[in-house]
T-cell receptor, first 113, second 111 residues
Framework: DQQVKQNSPSLSVQEGRISILNCDYT??????FLWYKKYPAEGPTFLIS?????DKNEDGRFTVFLNKSAKHLSLHIVPSQPGDSAVYFC????????????FGKGITLSVRP | DAGVIQSPRHEVTEMGQEVTLRCKPI?????LFWYRQTMMRGLELLIY????????DSGMPEDRFSAKMPNASFSTLKIQPSEPRDSAVYFC?????????FGSGTRLTVV
């Protein structure tokens, strides 16, 4: 049973436009959410995170929105650039004794020049 | 620090053979995680350690899989015997003061 769901396997957008990557979760105990970016032949790298006490966190071109009532978060990339083409993983955790992250399946973003 | 170091980067082996994947975490990180990435299931947590002690191995798919962490700077994930369905990319990650850091992964192909 997938507790973190990324239902769209891929997304293609034009350079300069907005990319919106969606993520849903089922475990109401999750209170910390992260996005990771992965290029081919490399490990995932941390991109941006948000705590459940916030509904928005922004870092440059990247903004993550959290809707706790809907158990939904999204990553917005504006403007999208060809270098953003990668696999994006949504992850969630509960604060506490362990730091186990539960990941979604990932979504492949392609930004067309 | 050189980051999380995994070896080998690629492994091709025949079905039935034993495979050992290796990981060196970032010095000072207390947690070490082994993940497996497949197209069907994404990134799955197999097992994780805290201070070299296995905490949760519920993600280990079968008894053919085993993991050890004999000291703070080294961990292994072993598959014996290997099967074609074990083909995937295996990532090691460590967590500590510098956050969550992944290695570059080992691409395993079992033929």
């Amino acid at each position: 049973d997938q507790q973190v769901k990324q239902n769209s396997p891929s997304l293609s957008v034009q350079e300069g436009r907005i990319s919106i990557l969606n993520c849903d979760y089922t475990n109401s105990m999750f209170d910390y959410f992260l996005w990771y970016k992965k290029y081919p032949a490399e490990g995932p790298t941390f991109l941006i995170s948000i705590s459940s006490i916030k509904d928005k966190n922004e870092d440059g071109r990247f903004t993550v929105f959290l809707n706790k009532s809907a158990k939904h978060l999204s990553l917005h990339i504006v403007p999208s650039q060809p270098g953003d083409s990668a696999v994006y993983f949504c992850a969630a955790s509960t604060t506490g004794a362990n730091s186990k992250l539960t990941f979604g399946k990932g979504i492949t973003l392609s930004v067309r020049p | 620090d050189a980051g999380v170091i995994q070896s080998p980067r690629h492994e091709v082996t025949e079905m039935g053979q034993e495979v050992t994947l290796r990981c060196k975490p970032i010095s000072g990180h207390d947690y070490l995680f082994w993940y497996r990435q497949t197209m069907m299931r994404g990134l799955e947590l197999l097992i994780y350690f805290n201070n070299n002690v296995p905490i949760d191995d519920s993600g280990m798919p079968e008894d053919r899989f085993s993991a050890k962490m004999p000291n703070a700077s080294f961990s292994t994930l072993k598959i014996q015997p290997s099967e074609p369905r074990d083909s995937a990319v295996y990532f090691c990650a460590s967590w500590g003061n510098y956050g969550y850091t992944f290695g570059s992964g080992t691409r395993l192909t079992v033929v």
